[in-house]
């Protein structure tokens, strides 16, 4: 059975990053953008980081710019915003799709195991959020408009 173990993704450097070091660990993995409505909730994000991390909790920021153009930097711009502005020290890794024909392997493995409200499998806008728990597998997917204090019950449950 494929797990986030399974995945290689990149650092903004081009890096790989292998999802296998990440096994262990509750992960909230969530598409980010810097000039979105809901921009504002880096902060929650980086709250429950702050809080949880030494519990094994990580939170993966991925920038997409699919949705209204709302990630239109590069990766330097992008880290400098979530430094500057959110004080963001969970890992902003490099810019990706989350849809159609370029969409990371990554988002189509958590979509197809956490479809969206009627079983849609197309991730609708930033700040989409899939829970991961310690076996890699995904436990939940959250919408926009679900804050990061909304999960935070579900991820002291995993830890």
């Given at each position: 059975?494929?797990?986030?173990?399974?995945?290689?993704?990149?650092?903004?450097?081009?890096?790989?990053?292998?999802?296998?070091?990440?096994?262990?660990?509750?992960?909230?993995?969530?598409?980010v953008?810097?000039?979105?409505g809901?921009?504002?909730?880096?902060?929650?994000?980086?709250?429950?980081?702050?809080?949880?991390?030494?519990?094994?909790?990580?939170?993966?920021?991925?920038p997409?710019?699919?949705?209204?153009?709302?990630e239109?930097?590069?990766?330097?711009?992008?880290?400098?915003?979530?430094?500057?502005?959110?004080?963001?020290?969970?890992?902003?890794?490099?810019?990706?799709?989350?849809?159609?024909?370029?969409?990371?392997?990554?988002?189509?493995?958590?979509?197809?195991?956490?479809?969206?409200?009627?079983?849609?499998?197309?991730?609708?806008?930033?700040?989409?959020?899939?829970?991961?728990?310690?076996?890699?597998?995904?436990?939940?997917?959250?919408?926009?408009?679900?804050?990061?204090?909304?999960?935070?019950?579900?991820?002291?449950?995993?830890?």
């Open positions: 059975m494929t797990t986030i173990a399974d995945f290689t993704v990149r650092k903004p450097d081009g890096s790989p990053l292998d999802l296998q070091d990440k096994l262990g660990k509750v992960l909230l993995v969530v598409n953008a810097s000039k979105c809901f921009t504002p909730q880096y902060e929650g994000l980086e709250a429950l980081q702050r809080k949880y991390a030494d519990q094994g909790f990580e939170v993966l920021g991925f997409c710019n699919q949705f209204g153009a709302q239109p930097g590069d990766a330097a711009e992008i880290a400098s915003f979530c430094k500057l502005t959110y004080d963001v020290t969970f890992p902003v890794l490099q810019k990706i799709d989350v849809n159609g024909e370029n969409a990371s392997p990554l988002y189509d493995w958590m979509k197809g195991q956490a479809p969206g409200l009627m079983g849609s499998k197309s991730i609708k806008w930033n700040f989409t959020k899939f829970l991961i728990g310690r076996d890699g597998k995904v436990v939940r997917r959250y919408a926009p408009t679900d804050t990061p204090a909304r999960v935070e019950k579900d991820i002291e449950r995993l830890l």
